[in-house]
């Protein structure tokens, strides 16, 4: 579900992943056309940091 807010709405995915700083830039980089791409990238790749680090925090015993 995730990824396809990644897709589609990347600037939300970082509001639900707790970087609302992050989503804010990421709106504004959105805004432009040409924007939409690299928006949708960084998004993907900051969800994908976000799972990495849940699953350290679970294999070390910390909560995530």
């Known amino acids: 579900m995730r990824l396809l807010l990644a897709l589609l709405v990347p600037w939300l995915l970082f ?37 990495t680090d849940r699953k350290l925090a679970r294999a070390f015993g910390r909560d995530g």
């Open 15 to 51: 509001f639900t992943i707790g970087r609302p700083f992050a989503g804010i830039i990421c709106l504004v980089l959105q805004l432009t056309v040409i924007g939409w791409v690299p928006a949708a990238i960084w998004a993907v790749y900051a969800l994908s940091q976000y799972d």
